[in-house]
């Protein structure tokens, strides 16, 4: 709807995707690249690159969505001083948060208010979305939970409906209670355990390989994907590009692991069988 881009005062671009949200977390995405460029890049292209990730930043900025920009403040200081082991393992802990998400809400364990109350700060109208998000999921949850293993299946039936028009009055937000009520547990572990686990598999070889076979690249491609996975907490911004991270991960973390089994864990970078990322 329209009324869905006007925010902070102004309109938060939609261009060519579906929704301003899907806009701005690419833009975010754009500009921890450039970050990540501008740190591992020579120094004679570094001011060049350094204006590049600035105009990306006003970018960001002008898609008008919070999320995306607290992302990359969170991010951007990661990427710049941290080792690429350190980002790997960050990246790793993100992704164990959001593969027992619905387990820690069932059991009350998420600092919902806490939240709230940090939202409502930096705005009224945020903080008012976020419990409209938060009420929906508590809902949603209840529905779910009665068929917990595989869910309601197709066509709307995971949510609630007027009992007397039908119409559908609850909306789900999030990428995570939509899969958990429309597949269940068994559609969650294998939709989110497949984005997850080539995470986790690069932060096995992070603890593992010695760190100049840590590319700066494959960690913050590790981030991004990371920070994708917990943004379909609040959100559904699961794209095709997801996908593509996930499947790079997963072929950069078995070159690692063919390397530590063949015994060259001391080997330069360049010592990776080729052929098997595309990082």
Known sequence: EFSQAIRFGGYRPFV??????????FAMMCFIAAVTLMRVGPAASRPGQVLVAG???????????????????????LVLIAPPRLQILVAGLMVAVVITYPLLRGLQMVPVQDLLTFSTGMNAERGASLAFRINNEELLLDRAAERPWFGWGLYGRGLLHDP??????VIADGGWIITLGTFGWAGYIAEFGLLSLPVGLMAREALRQPAALLSPFAAAVALLLAVNLVDLLPNDTLIPFTWLMAGAML??????????????????GHALPPGRTVI
Do not use: D
Request: hydrophobic fraction near 60%.
């Open 164 to 169: 007397v028009t039908g119409q559908i009055n």
């Open 16 to 25: 060519f995707m579906p929704h301003g949200l899907w806009v701005a977390f």
């Open 55 to 77: 105009y990306l930043l006003v970018v960001l900025l002008l898609c008008l969505s919070a999320g995306p920009v607290v992302y990359a403040l969170l991010l951007a200081p």
């Open 251 to 268: 072929g950069h973390a078995e070159a690692l692991r063919s390397a530590w089994k063949a015994g060259r864990g001391q080997a330069a």
